[in-house]
């Protein structure tokens, strides 16, 4: 029994030994308790060391929970914020809503176009809220590059401002941002479409129409504005492929001087006249839909890749083609081309010879008398006008490359309606 209580006494004391009484170790788990505190106690105050057991193990103190102060600043700043980000929001909503928003088939043609204009109207203020906000981050951009000029530049922000280049129709020298860039002014050329031929009074016009005019701007620049309107004797697909395989430059011009194949509906070109230097960047596209293919073009006036000569008049126009099929016969077509061309601010407005710019131009658009019945009339007037008589360079570049794409597109149009014509005289295939 004693030898019993002898062993006991010895485990006892074995269980001391593992049981660590080490000062620096209490020390240093004051220390690590005091830092993980709150700091609700003044740093006056004396942190109290934890509670140990008989056992030897130690039970840290409760950690107490505090609210974290919020100033009335705070508060205030993170209420405006909240509120903020529900206006962005709401606003994300009602631009997305506007934008997917379907127009009824059913519903009355003039009730359809004042639709789908407000939904127009609204695509063009969030497009302007974005200009705004690109033109607010340049401004900070540029306030932060002086403070700290060898920072390196956020990224980002450099991206952002070149993704908008486009909107300015020029074009980066990046093939990424490039093709983008094409893509995105076309695309915008193709809404336009609606509203322009609102404005030149040829929008679900039932009448034939040929008109050329000079228009001056409210702002005080002119536009020189040439309509065809017209119903051929060919279907839609036959005049389309037509015009697109002489809008593709599939027999190239002698001044067009390169060729960018976007892809199968979209093409870039570059042409220029060493003798009288003009320079002409145009963009092509086409959009092709269940009644009707359109086709538009559009100027670009900055090409990263190619400099633009000071000296050089630069082309700046937009073009909307469209040929939409009959509803009462689908063996016909109608045919609507506007032409818009930039001519900014001009001195004067007579010709060389001292002639009324404005009468003269006006005179451009006669249909020949001679013309046939459901084919494209030449315009006599236009193609024989001489552009030297023109005193701005502009105009004088206008009418020099319109004359030329009027004479191809005349040629183009009648050449596939008699292709047609022969096909339904003779049971043969129609090849184009």
Known sequence: MADEIEDGKSWDASLQFLIAHDTELDDGLRHVWTMLDDGDSSPTTKA?????????????????????????????????????????????????????????????????????????????????????????????????????????????????????????????????????AIHAIADRQFRRMQNAFLRAGVLDCKETLYRSQLVTEANGASTFQLVNHITLAAP?????????????????????????????????????????PWQSNLIRKRYLQANRVIFVARSVLEDARIPHVATNALENKSSWLQVARLPEDDKQCRLTLLVEADLGRMDSYTTSGGEDLSDILGQLAIADDAKLPGYLPALPAYLQFDPTRVPQDSLRLFIESGKQMQGALLSTVNCAIDAYARCVAEPRVLKL
């Open 48 to 180: 109290q060391s934890p509670t140990r057991l008989d056992g030897g193990e130690v039970t840290p103190r409760p950690k107490k929970k505090t609210r974290p102060r919020t100033t009335f600043e705070i508060r205030q700043r993170e209420e405006i914020n909240q509120l903020r980000n529900q206006v962005d929001a709401l606003k994300a909503t009602l631009h997305a809503a506007e934008v997917a928003g379907t127009v009824p088939a059913a519903m009355p043609f003039w009730k359809r176009t004042a639709k789908l204009e407000r939904i127009e109207m609204h695509k063009v203020q969030h497009e302007n809220e974005q200009l705004r906000d690109a033109v607010d981050q340049q401004g900070t951009f540029i306030q932060q590059m002086q403070r700290v000029f060898r920072k390196k530049p956020r990224l980002t922000l450099v991206d952002d401002i070149e993704s908008e280049e486009w909107q300015s129709y020029r074009l980066a020298a990046k093939a990424s941002l490039r093709a983008t």
């Open 236 to 276: 839609v697909h036959i005049v389309g492929t037509a015009i697109w395989r002489w809008l593709s430059v599939e027999g190239a011009s002698e001044r067009l001087n390169e060729i960018e194949r976007i892809d199968e509906h979209t093409v870039y070109t570059r042409a220029g006249d060493k003798v009288q």
